[in-house]
């Protein structure tokens, strides 16, 4: 159609080529367009009806009449090339007659429709500063300014959709993917921005398949295989329709399901692949489909196509044929063009467009369409902002404006770049410095009708210029899964590691693929999937799930416990028993024989073992500063009083008989008076010990983790060991004085002799503090004070009881054997009687 200005349009009336036969033999015929696309067509009719309401507005381009050129591009390369170059060079074919027409201004260019296709286009027509605005090319590579600076589109970049379904894929903790893609630009872009996105989430491609664009049925078959075995339950595809239908078609013919399909813009809403047939394998599918609208007065104007109305026009015969499968008779053309089939029923011209469901009169879902619209509509903007230009203000040199009738494409491509307007339908159009549109996305999910077709049910959006990071919305409850499944299924290579493991990639594989291994001893993971675990404070220890660190459980012996209750009841049993032998002693102070074993370092020996008694249960009870100082010193000094007291006792036995041979005066020397002193001498020796001990390096608390990962030792230190090895040491000491002498000094002859019982006693306190040295060392923790308490409440009861049993036994028993004719009485071996 003639006009003022004229606008160029690609659009892919065919689908296919029928390659002609190349043996040279003759003149080769040129490849045959074939495989009429009524969807398409409705997109060249949506240009023709834009252009139409836009020469009838008279605020759009007032007097100014809006004309066009249609070239179909076959859906290949090479055409769209051709149609470039015929653009390029001026003559150009007429859509409805091919006659040479001559030379004609092309100020700008609508398509091409797919990817591939624009690139050629695009580099054709960049030396020319010819602008091109597509509807239906996608591929991030045209956002390239540098490459491609007079390239609009009305479409959304594929950086945006890749994007978009990368954050679907994370939504859903799908971690293990498969990808297909088709054999041109738009598909390989396409699925490398998904998979650059999606490994930005951690999500891994388990596989990639690229569809051949001349179709292989060995490589459909390889394809199919793959996504049979593989462990992905969801499959990404970006390819355009025709190049998915191959592989959609064997998929349904191997009965394949169980799969969640992500279909990429280009053919989430194809009739030719969501067809009830393919539903088998394909519900539930998901995808993102462009803007869809509703263009008022379309659908009249598309069924208003008719052969016989316009006679010339062979897109409108193809589709008539297409439709109502019958023929209106066409020949073949020797420039290349298609022929009908001869064989099928002759049309009538009574077929009704209205009374027949087809794509091409189907608006129900206008979404290319609607980008055709919108890539006139921005035409005709910029060229009523051309014309509206006035001189002085202009944009060019000299503040010059262009002349509508007679301007340059680059002038053109200047308005395009600016232009802003709301469209009819209410959306606000502009391209950004990259001449790309806002993106805007639905979604949609493929569910079944009640009649068992294919309804696309709109569940979300995707808006990249939503400023909130809400980009992605949909309605988890509204879709419908592969199968059917209100729930989205899984797709993982490896099941998600559950807090209190950690991940551990395995050698050679994806990071996607892993094994879960509990975490070490001392260490947490409280995450889903955490690549590492956290150890735990020193005080803290994990809990049985290692998720949560909770305190060590604080162990020294107390008084609750049964070891500690049973051993405050023997240390209060030990001093009761002690505190009755004083009594008993102290009731028969008089009597011989508590006279003769002298009642003075007797009462004090007693004391002194209730002091050790009573020692004891400064170990028991939680440690602090006051306890571990005090258990420690009362310990060193009470035990030595005890022992110097025995040692005194012997010392006076021995000194006694010694005293006893003419001549010796030597008890004078050892009255009452020099034993006392002599015990407190010795004890003071352990008390300048102790006092050094606590001025140096004093016994305080401390938490020992140490000796058990999952507990912590509450325990005294002692500070200084050497110190503790010191007191100990001159225990020890006094107690080696004690045994040697009461040895020595075990068979004197008298009844009141009772070196021999010191004798035993010494033995049995020597044999508990050697056992006690290894196993104090050897028991950590609250058995550490068990021992120690056990040492000190046996050695102090074997002292009691072989000291003064035998007593209390006389006084209370053999009460006969308690006088002074008794103790002084000789005792002589048998053989000398």
């Known amino acids: 159609m003639k006009g003022d200005v004229i606008l160029n349009g690609l659009f892919p009336i065919h689908f296919r080529i029928i390659k002609p036969n190349l043996s040279f033999s003759e003149e080769p015929e040129p490849p045959v367009c074939d495989g009429f696309n009524s969807r398409s067509f409705r997109w060249m009719q949506t240009m023709l009806f834009t252009l139409q309401e836009i020469n009838k507005d008279p605020a759009l381009l007032p007097n100014i009449t809006l004309g066009y050129n249609i070239y179909d591009t076959c859906t290949t390369p090479t055409h769209s090339l051709r149609a470039a170059l015929t653009l390029a060079s001026g003559p150009y074919e007429d859509v409805s007659n091919y006659n040479c027409k001559g030379t004609s201004s092309i100020p700008v260019i609508v398509g091409d429709s797919g990817s591939t296709q624009s690139l050629v286009v695009a580099k054709t027509m960049t030396p020319f500063k010819i602008p091109m ?48 893609a088709g054999d041109d630009d738009y598909s390989q872009y396409g699925i490398q921005a998904f998979s650059d996105e999606v490994r930005k989430h951690g999500v891994c491609v388990a596989f990639t398949e690229v569809i051949p664009k001349v179709y292989s049925r060995r490589k459909i078959l390889q394809i199919t295989e793959t996504i049979k075995t593989s462990a992905a339950r969801v499959i ?315 305190p060590k459980e604080i162990e020294f012996l107390s008084f609750e416990d049964a070891m500690g209750i049973t051993l405050t009841t023997v240390s209060l049993l030990g001093t009761a028993s002690t505190v009755a032998v004083a009594g008993v002693l102290w009731y028969y102070r008089k009597t011989p024989i508590v006279r003769a074993n002298n009642s003075e370092l007797s009462f004090l020996l007693l004391f002194s073992l209730t002091l050790c008694f009573l020692c004891s249960l400064t170990f028991i009870g939680q440690p602090s500063v006051w306890s571990c100082m005090l258990r420690h010193t009362l310990f060193g000094v009470s035990f030595v009083l005890c022992i110097s007291c025995v040692l005194a006792k012997t010392l006076v036995v021995l000194v006694a008989f010694k005293a006893t041979l003419p001549s010796n005066n030597m008890m004078k020397w050892f009255g009452t008076l020099q034993q006392i002193l002599s015990v407190l001498i010795c004890t003071v020796v352990q008390v300048v010990i102790c006092i050094v001990w606590l001025l140096l390096s ?129 005792t002589c071996p048998k053989k000398s009687i």
């Open 133 to 180: 605005v597509s509807y239906f090319s996608s591929c991030t590579c045209l956002s390239n300014r540098n490459e491609f600076p007079a390239f609009f589109r009305t479409i959304p970049s594929d950086a945006f959709q890749a994007r978009a379904v990368a954050q679907l894929v994370h939504r859903f903790g799908w971690t293990w993917v498969g990808s297909v």
């Open 236 to 550: 990404v595809m970006f390819a355009l329709e025709g190049d998915a239908y191959p592989l959609i078609s064997e998929v349904v013919k191997q009965n394949i399901s169980g799969r969640q399909w992500i279909a990429s813009e280009a053919w989430v809403t194809s009739a030719l692949i969501a067809t009830r047939e393919n539903l088998l394998s394909l519900s539930g599918t998901i995808g993102f489909a462009i803007h869809r609208a509703e263009i008022p007065g379309l659908r009249n104007f598309l069924l208003q196509a008719h052969p016989f109305k316009t006679p010339n026009n062979r897109f409108v015969k193809e589709l008539w044929e297409t439709i109502f499968q019958c023929s209106l008779g066409m020949s073949v053309d020797r420039k290349g063009q298609r022929a009908s089939t001869l064989s099928q029923k002759k049309c009538t011209g009574s077929e009704e467009l209205n009374n027949t469901y087809n794509i091409y009169s189907d608006v129900s879902e206008l979404r290319i369409s609607y980008n055709v619209y919108k890539a006139v509509y921005a035409i005709a903007h910029s060229l009523h902002n051309l014309h509206s230009c006035t001189n002085g203000r202009g944009p060019f040199d000299n503040q010059t404006c262009a002349n509508i009738f007679d301007f340059q494409p680059w002038q053109l491509l200047h308005y395009l770049q600016e232009v802003r307007y709301t469209s009819k339908l209410g959306d606000e159009i502009y391209f950004d410095e990259n001449g790309d549109i806002v993106a805007t996305y639905d979604i949609v999910n493929w569910q079944k009708n009640e009649d068992g077709s294919v309804k696309f049910v709109h569940v979300g959006r995707f808006d990249a210029a939503t400023e909130t990071g809400q980009d992605l919305v949909l309605n988890d409850k509204a879709v419908i899964w592969t199968g059917g499944m209100v729930e989205a299924p899984e797709s993982l290579c490896s099941k998600s590691c559950p807090p209190g493991t950690r991940k551990a990639i395995r050698n050679g594989e994806q990071i996607c693929c892993f094994d879960c291994l509990p975490c070490a001893d001392g260490e947490i993971s409280n995450e889903i999937d955490s690549l590492n675990c956290i150890p735990c404070a020193l005080e803290d220890w994990p809990n049985l799930q290692r998720n949560k660190c909770i």
């Open 698 to 826: 004093s016994p305080s608390p401390v938490k020992q983790t140490k000796y058990y990962n999952e507990k912590i030792i509450f325990e005294c230190d002692l500070g200084s060991v050497t110190a503790f090895c010191c007191v100990l040491g001159y225990i020890g000491f006094l107690s080696c004085m004690s045994f040697v002498l009461a040895f020595l000094a075990r068979k004197l002859p008298d009844n009141f002799n009772e070196a021999k019982f010191i004798t035993f006693s010494m033995l049995i306190f020597c044999a508990v503090w050697l056992t006690f040295i290894p196993a104090y060392v050897s028991s950590p923790g609250k058995y550490t004070v068990a021992v120690e308490i056990f040492a000190i409440l046996a050695s102090s009861f074997g002292l009691l009881i072989c000291i003064f049993a035998p007593k209390c036994y006389i006084i209370l028993i053999k009460p006969e054997q308690n006088t002074k004719k008794h103790l002084m009485g000789k």
